[in-house]
């Protein structure tokens, strides 16, 4: 049972443009979101945080929506540099601390 | 964010061997976890690593193929025991921050397995 899901496994978006990576979940009980960006042959690195009792937060280029009536968030990028070129990892998080983690969006910033 | 040091960072080892990795912390967490990452597949908790007590492993993972030590608030390991091809994967560890919510990482183990 994936309770956390990224349905598109790849995305491909010129520079200066935005860059929406979308995720769905299924239990209700999550507490908050963040948004991870993993390089190859590196650990995922931390980029922002929504808690589910708000619907928006923004950190410099990256923003992330949550929209808990559809159990759907999502990162937007803007703009899109080719350095944000990394597969990223959507993850639910509640009262344990544990991290469930979906399958990854590999994002492709074309110069 | 913790700076967390992981040993060692890639390894190829035998069938039926084990394997331990470390992880080393800069400073006092009280929350450490091992994550597994299976070739082109997500993160998947293996376990979290109580300081001073057993683990607790997440169903799917025991104690005799993954044995986890904790001995203090800065440093962890994870036995992958008695290996097959299948336990080739990425090894990581993370712990919580100051923000209980967010976990941090290390740069992972990759382990292949022949």
């Known amino acids: 049972d994936q309770q956390v899901k990224q349905n598109s496994p790849s995305l491909s978006v010129q520079e200066g443009r935005i860059s929406i990576l979308n995720c769905d979940y299924t239990?209700?009980?999550?507490?908050?979101f963040l948004w991870y960006k993993k390089y190859p042959a590196e650990g995922p690195t931390f980029l922002i945080s929504?808690?589910?009792?708000?619907d928006k937060n923004e950190d410099g280029r990256f923003t992330v929506f949550l929209n808990k009536s559809a159990k759907h968030l999502s990162l937007h990028i803007v703009p899109s540099q080719p350095g944000d070129s990394a597969v990223y990892f959507c993850?639910?998080?509640?009262?344990?601390?544990?991290?469930?983690f979906g399958t990854g969006t590999l994002l492709a910033v074309q110069p | 964010s913790a700076v967390i040091s992981q040993k060692p960072s890639r390894d190829i080892c035998q069938r039926g061997t084990s394997l331990t990795i470390q992880c080393q912390v800069d400073?006092?967490?009280?929350?450490m976890f091992w994550y597994r990452q299976q070739p082109g597949q997500s993160l998947t908790l293996i376990a979290t690593?109580?300081?001073?007590?057993?683990?607790?492993?997440e169903s799917g993972f025991v104690i005799d193929k993954f044995p986890i030590s904790r001995p203090n608030l800065t440093f962890s390991t994870l036995t992958v025991s008695n290996m097959s091809p299948e336990d080739s994967s990425i090894y990581l560890c993370?712990?919580?921050?100051?923000?209980?919510?967010?976990?941090?990482f290390g740069a992972g183990t990759r382990l292949s397995v022949l």
């Open positions: 993370s712990v919580v921050g100051g923000n209980r919510n967010i976990q941090y």
């Open positions: 239990n209700s009980m999550f507490d908050y």
């Open positions: 929504i808690s589910s009792i708000k």
């Open positions: 993850a639910a998080g509640g009262a344990t601390n544990k991290l469930i």
């Open positions: 400073s006092q967490v009280t929350m």
């Open positions: 690593a109580n300081q001073g007590s057993e683990a607790t492993y």
